[in-house]
């Protein structure tokens, strides 16, 4: 016998016509911009060096070109000021079609700086070399120099290659540059540093070696070469004599790390499968999948375990060693699986790992830093809320905490009380007794960081012309360069209704023609034929 297949229900016929209706007008909505990441821009000036052309402009219109899912977008920009190079008054810069494949991103009218490449005789651009206007016109300027001679501040960055000496109004006194030749990379992070007892001394890891400055006349004093197996597993350096003449540095190994003595070649510690940070006289080490913090003590050889959690916790533990005693400060900082905000706790730990003192922070925070021998800071954010940050300062030995509510440096270094940190090329000074904050000073640098206030600096030789840095230096684009400036096209708006209306033709004869087979099929099925008979 011949069974009859069941008819789709009204219920499910609805919902198919009603996908195919509006399917057209789903790939109508914007795409986010998801998909890019950029690096920190690093040195400025650096990469005006490197670049043949760099603008600040206001973004005119742009209009699309190319296939439909390989889209190109063309930005006519009107030159406010060439940085550097010079091809007239507008130009046409061409970068990928959205923001999801680091094409630029900003609204017609928007002022902007860029870094500009050349390929195939046409001026592009991205993302990651879109630049905030302000900053490249501080680097056009040239930077502020100092008036007074007299070191203050030390600033790195996570992608500047030299470090800048500040003098306290953000004055430039003269640049470190750590680098042995054009082969070598300086990283000027706080990881790539450590400043020697006492505070004259300074050892800077690049990838060719060490390089120890003293910080009184800003002079190299020492390089040390590293065993041929370190040059790239090593990840931190800690300076234990007043001289340099002893320095270890953290080596992440194959499957573990270790701490080594540079000029013996010792393996002081060896811990597997660990990320290690080194203090005073011990280190940190905490293992890579978050789960478990030890304290070693470089003197007893005893190991005592701080803290552990379950590898399912959503916990987040950020440990920082004090780098002239024993104390260690950690932050735990819980992540609710409900979405709701986190919470962290900032405790100190002392030598056998008793609690000195803690403090709840009802945001999420981030790594701590020692500002002294007694104060330790962790910057929090509040992701669920407005975004806002908030300085918190502990003193251990006050027993006291204060807080500086709108600071936006993650980095930063503390004087007679004071905080000083950079956020996007701008020096902020921070009172926290009374909570106020002030701009003291800009940088041509958007990743800078203050890294270290050089106490009792005494007056040096302004660098009034400071050595171009190492790296490649190209030559900038004039009109004899032979790139198209300028280029026609369709406007914006008219390219972008024929585009959209060619995609609502195709797609809708496309569900149409689903549709329509759909119901056929629906009523084939519904034809009943009599049973066969026996």
Not at 63 to 75: K, Y
Not at 88 to 111: L, N, Q, S
């Amino acid at each position: 016998m011949r069974t009859m297949s069941a008819p789709l229900p009204r219920s499910v016929t609805r919902v198919f016509v009603v996908m195919f209706a509006i399917l057209p007008f789903v790939f109508l909505l914007p795409r986010p911009a998801l998909g890019c990441s950029c690096a920190p821009p690093g040195d400025i000036e650096a990469l005006i060096a490197e670049s043949p052309g760099v603008v600040v402009g206001t973004l005119l219109d742009k209009r699309l070109t190319g296939e439909e899912f390989d889209m190109a977008a063309v930005f006519r920009v009107e030159v406010e000021q060439w940085v550097k190079g010079d091809l007239g008054p507008e130009i046409d810069v061409y970068t990928a079609g959205d923001g999801a494949g680091c094409g630029i991103e900003a609204p017609i009218g928007t002022r902007v700086g860029l870094f500009l490449s050349v390929q195939d005789n046409r001026l592009t651009s991205n993302l990651c070399r879109q630049m905030s206007p302000e900053v490249l016109e501080a680097a056009a300027q040239g930077p502020v120099m100092s008036k007074t001679g007299i070191p203050f501040m030390l600033v790195g960055g996570w992608n500047s290659p030299t470090l800048r000496v500040l003098d306290e109004s953000g004055g430039l006194v003269t640049r470190l540059d750590s680098r042995r030749g054009p082969d070598d990379f300086a990283d000027t992070s706080r990881q790539a540093l450590s400043f020697c007892p006492g505070g004259r001394h300074l050892v800077h890891r690049t990838t060719l070696g060490l390089v120890v400055w003293d910080l009184r006349t800003m002079e190299r004093v020492a390089e040390h070469d590293l065993p041929e197996y370190a040059g790239l597993g090593v990840y931190a350096v800690s300076c234990r004599a007043e001289d340099a003449s002893i320095v270890w540095y953290a080596l992440d190994g194959v499957g573990g790390a270790a701490v080594v003595e540079v000029f013996t070649g010792e393996e002081i510690l060896t811990v597997p499968n660990s990320m290690l940070y080194v203090g005073g006289d011990h280190v940190i080490s905490q293992t890579i999948d978050y789960t478990e913090v030890v304290r070693h003590d470089l003197t007893t050889g005893e190991s005592i375990v701080l803290h552990t959690k379950g590898a399912e916790e959503n916990i987040g533990v950020y440990p920082a060693p004090h780098p002239n005693n024993g104390l260690t400060a950690l932050v735990e900082t819980v992540y609710p699986l409900d979405g709701s905000a986190s919470t962290s706790t900032l405790t100190v730990l002392d030598e056998s790992g008793m609690v000195v003192d803690e403090h709840a922070i009802p945001m999420e925070g981030g790594v701590p830093i020692w500002l002294d021998d007694t104060t330790i800071a962790v910057t929090a954010s509040d992701f669920t809320g407005n975004g806002e940050q908030t300085l918190y300062l502990l003193d251990i030995a006050e027993g006291t905490t204060t807080t500086l509510p709108g600071w936006t440096a993650w980095d930063y270094v503390a004087s007679d009380g004071a905080v000083y940190g950079i956020t996007a090329g701008t020096i902020l000074h921070g009172d926290p007794m009374s909570g106020e904050m002030e701009p003291v000073g800009t940088i041509a640098d958007e990743s800078a960081v203050a890294l270290h206030v050089i106490e009792d600096g005494e007056a040096i030789e302004v660098d009034e012309e400071p050595e171009t840095p190492i790296g490649v230096v190209t030559p900038p684009l004039t009109p004899d360069s032979g790139i198209a400036v300028l280029e026609g096209g369709s406007t914006p708006e008219t390219q972008t209704q024929s585009s959209n209306l060619a995609r609502v033709v195709f797609l809708t004869l496309a569900g149409a023609g689903l549709v329509t087979g759909l119901v056929a099929y629906m009523r084939r099925e519904r034809q009943v034929k009599p049973p066969s008979a026996f």
